[in-house]
């Protein structure tokens, strides 16, 4: 792990125990932490904290206030975190179920979201049904039990992909590379079991003798810094193909 990430995650867990006290039983590094794929100056600091009961609405503002970046400077693009009950996380639904979320950083967007019902729909809602599946084959435990005892794999895992796939296909403008790359990540977990980061899983996918090899390979070269994007066209009609992949019996 990057040392200075690590030194930000020990004193993010310091500062939402202080807040939570005895109701925190449990803080896990998620995303490219937690897949060995940190990639500093592009990479955000995912992670996820699970209490026991939904705590009060002053304490997750208090929580906001210890942990956004203007009080906690991350070293990252930006900090990605997510407060679940334990129940919650281990629910095995597709339901976002999070308490609160906090995107905060010097280079995103600050985002507090006091509870899952108050997510708009158009940002999407399969985000925390994949993450927790993450979590549970790779989380890394920064404090409390085992990341894979915290977190229940999801029951029915196509069905948030394919609204991830969705999604994505909805947006308008130029396609980026992430978008690309996540469709072969979505596509190797279904096809060969066990969640890949996006570089390694657009090779996966390239091995496979994929016909669009040529598209995913210049989105992992864009994605190390070494390419141009992704022809949007080329970029749609991958995602249709993967999306039919994954809603085929």
């Avoid at 699970?50 to 304490?59: G, S």
């Avoid at 210890?66 to 900090?79: F, K, Q, S, T, V």
């Avoid at 925390?128 to 920064?142: F, K, N, P, T």
Wanted: glycine share 8%.
């Amino acid at each position: 792990m990057d040392a200075d990430v690590a030194r930000y995650l020990d004193d993010l867990v310091r500062a939402a125990r202080d807040v939570l006290g005895d109701g925190l039983i449990g803080a896990y590094a998620a995303g490219s932490v937690a897949l060995d794929a940190y990639q500093p100056g592009r990479s955000d600091v995912d992670v996820a904290l699970v209490c026991v009961t939904p705590p009060a609405e002053p304490v997750k503002h208090e929580l906001v206030a210890r942990l956004r970046h203007e009080a906690l400077p991350c070293p990252a693009r930006g900090l990605e975190l997510v407060l679940y009950t334990r129940d919650s996380a281990r629910s095995g639904t597709a339901e976002p179920g999070f308490e609160l979320e906090l995107n905060t950083g010097a280079r995103m967007g600050f985002r507090a979201t006091y509870a899952a019902d108050r997510r708009p729909a158009a940002d999407g809602r399969f985000w925390y049904a994949l993450d927790r599946s993450i979590l549970h084959e790779r989380g890394v435990a920064l404090f409390g039990e085992p990341a894979a005892d915290a977190f229940a794999e999801i029951h029915d895992l196509r069905a948030p992909l394919r609204d991830a796939l969705a999604w994505w296909l909805a947006l308008p403008g130029p396609v980026p590379d992430d978008a690309v790359l996540g469709a072969c990540r979505s596509l190797a977990r279904i096809r060969h079991g066990g969640w890949l980061d996006k570089i390694a899983a657009g090779r996966r996918i390239i091995a496979d003798g994929d016909p669009d090899a040529d598209l995913i390979a210049r989105c992992v070269a864009a994605r190390t810094g070494d390419g141009a994007p992704p022809d949007p066209a080329a970029a749609r009609a991958f995602q249709r193909r993967v999306l039919a992949e994954l809603t085929a019996p």
